[in-house]
């Protein structure tokens, strides 16, 4: 009892948390999806906890699968998400009038087909939803890669999957979290096109080193090349660097490199050079070469200091 206790404590904190930190960082998905799993909790102020169990355990499936298929808004406060917010709405009357209702019961929702001793949903119709619905949201994590999303799905509807007498706990929300802080880590030290390391993550891996070898690949087109072409080839040259072994950053559209000596430095460099001269770029049907410039020199005082030499030494 003290560990349900816990769970309960623990969930109603994350659920609080996730929701903030979706609407502090401007992610609508998980703001709605927070909102419902906060709303599913407020049937227990009024319906038993057998009767809110089967009403949760029907409707959340529905309204968790819908919110997560629903495409997504970069604005919390967006006309698109009246959606959300009606479904959100049409789930809260329904809970008042569904969860007192005597009609509403687990006799109606079982049809009896499942007789394991080891294993009893709270009820079959909810257990039904709930296959149907992770299925379809399987697909679409396949296919955008939020795999989070079905994960969260399971942990939400995980205390269904079995009868029971306690109050509501879920682990969807600390899916949430830890998802939410995974990308504000991402946005805060990697280039978001390319995918590389950025200034702030090249800073704290320099921080402590006493000695090391750092290079500056420059490419003399992206200063004058459209918006549009850099993006892609930024990301052409991101793919053929990730196939380097060294630690790569990326700074204002130079690459940086970061040796631990100066004889690893000069056969990398030397390789990395040969590769690059001998790699055509293909933009709108044409092929081309890139001209670049590699310098390396060993670190100075402090990181922009050894950045700028590097760069006086590219005019």
């Known amino acids: 009892m003290i560990l349900i206790d816990f769970l309960v404590v623990l969930s109603v904190i994350c659920e609080i948390f996730a929701l903030f930190l979706a609407f502090y960082f401007k992610n609508t998905r998980i703001f709605f999806l927070s909102l ?3 709303e599913a909790r407020f049937v227990y102020f009024y319906a038993s906890i057998f009767q809110a169990h089967l009403f949760n355990s029907l409707f959340l499936p529905l309204i968790f699968c819908f919110l997560s298929l629903k495409k997504e808004t970069k604005l919390i406060f967006d006309k698109k998400n009246i959606s959300a917010v009606l479904a959100l709405f049409f789930m809260g009357i ?3 009038f569904l969860s007192q209702n005597t009609n509403f019961n687990s006799s109606v929702l079982n049809f009896h087909f499942l007789n394991l001793n080891f294993f009893q949903p709270m009820n079959e119709l909810g257990l039904i939803f709930f296959i149907f619905m992770a299925f379809i949201l399987a697909l679409k994590c396949l296919k955008t890669r939020e795999f989070y999303l079905f994960f969260a799905f399971f942990g939400m509807y995980f205390e269904f999957l079995f009868e029971n007498a306690f ?3 879920e682990f969807a929300s600390l899916i949430f979290i830890f998802y939410l802080l ?6 805060a030290f990697f280039d978001s096109l ?4 950025n200034i702030k993550n090249l800073n704290r891996f320099v921080r402590g080193k006493e000695f090391y070898i750092i290079a500056l690949l420059h490419f003399n087109e992206l200063q004058q090349a459209k918006e549009s ?3 892609l080839i930024l990301k052409k040259i991101a793919k053929i660097l990730h196939r380097f072994k060294a630690k790569i950053f990326i700074v204002d559209y130079d690459f940086v490199l970061i040796f631990k000596d100066k004889e690893t430095a000069l056969k990398h460099l030397a390789y990395l050079e040969s590769l690059l001269k001998n790699t055509e770029f293909k933009l709108e049907n044409e092929n081309f070469k890139l001209e670049f410039k590699i310098v390396w020199q060993e670190n100075e005082i402090n990181l922009e200091q050894t950045i700028q030499s590097l760069r006086k030494r590219l005019s």
């Open 194 to 197: 390319t995918l590389l390391p």
């Open 167 to 169: 109050m509501f706990f």
């Open 94 to 96: 329904l809970a008042m």
């Open 36 to 38: 419902c799993l906060i």
């Open 182 to 187: 995974h990308d504000i880590y991402k946005n």
């Open 229 to 231: 072409y850099i993006k």
